[in-house]
């Protein structure tokens, strides 16, 4: 795996050396599980509530790429609510190029499905998941949710998988993906499924954006749990845009 010890200039690099630097490892026989998430200098996951209030140009390109990588979105219900997700869009000439590298993407250029983590299966049909995307989303939710309510999203188009019995489990979520031939995971959160990934030792590496920014207030961190835990990470490389924004991905030792 390529690392860089020293810090390098975004503009330096030409699109297909940023599209290595954050390439899934080639050969893959299990999920793999990334996060792409942002944060202010102080420690904010989100301005007025939202995480795309500290998005910045760069943060956006990377955004952007990582999604034309992934093989699936994987994201908590909260987020998918509070940022209004639709489906992914992405360019399927560039799908089709990293699929033909090895290193991510998609053999007929498909877009990643957008995968939300919901224990009840509280999604509502009308929302832009199903009504603005080119492919259906995925509904990881439970056993013990409520039927009619799992009824509904299959009817809109959802696939619903049932990953737990009265909560989704980080291991069984994963491993569904897996079983679907979605091996390349991206999760953008929010901070508890990050946390939850975190604490099952399911996350392998971060790509983390520092925006210039200092936010202050009660904002939340990327990750919350609900015990302390510890996971030695690998600096791979640190890219700086001339804005100040700082873009880093930390893999797992």
Excluded at 3 to 31: E, G, K, M, V
Excluded at 34 to 55: E, F, K, P, Y
Excluded at 98 to 121: K, M, Y
Excluded at 169 to 190: D, N, S, Y
Aim: glycine share 8%; charged share 20%.
């Amino acid at each position: 795996m390529q690392r860089s010890h020293n810090a390098i200039q975004l503009t330096d690099l030409s699109p297909d050396h940023l599209s290595r630097l954050y390439a899934f490892p080639s050969s893959l026989d299990a999920p793999w599980v990334r996060a792409n998430l942002v944060s202010s200098i102080d420690g904010a996951a989100t301005s007025a509530n939202l995480s795309g209030g500290l998005g910045t140009p760069a943060d956006k390109t990377v955004f952007v790429l990582l999604r034309e990588l992934a093989d699936v979105i994987l994201v908590g219900a909260g987020t998918a609510r509070a940022e209004d997700y639709g489906g992914a869009r992405t360019d399927p000439q560039r799908r089709r190029a990293f699929h033909e590298q090895g290193i991510g993407g998609h053999l007929d250029g498909a877009p990643p499905p957008i995968a939300v983590v919901t224990a009840s299966a509280a999604i509502e049909p009308s929302a832009r998941l199903f009504t603005d995307t080119e492919v259906p989303p995925l509904i990881i939710t439970t056993a013990t949710a409520p039927a009619d309510r799992k009824r509904r999203l299959a009817d809109a188009g959802a696939e619903v998988i049932e990953a737990g019995d009265v909560a989704v489990t980080p291991h069984r979520l994963v491993r569904a993906l897996g079983a679907r031939g979605l091996l390349r995971v991206l999760t953008e959160g929010g901070p508890h499924l990050f946390g939850e990934l975190l604490e099952a030792e399911l996350i392998d590496d971060l790509c983390l954006t520092t925006a210039p920014v200092l936010i202050g207030g009660a904002a939340r961190r990327i990750s919350l749990s609900a015990y302390e835990m510890r996971t030695q990470m690998a600096r791979a490389h640190i890219l700086l845009d001339d804005d100040g924004t700082i873009l880093a991905r930390w893999v797992r030792r």
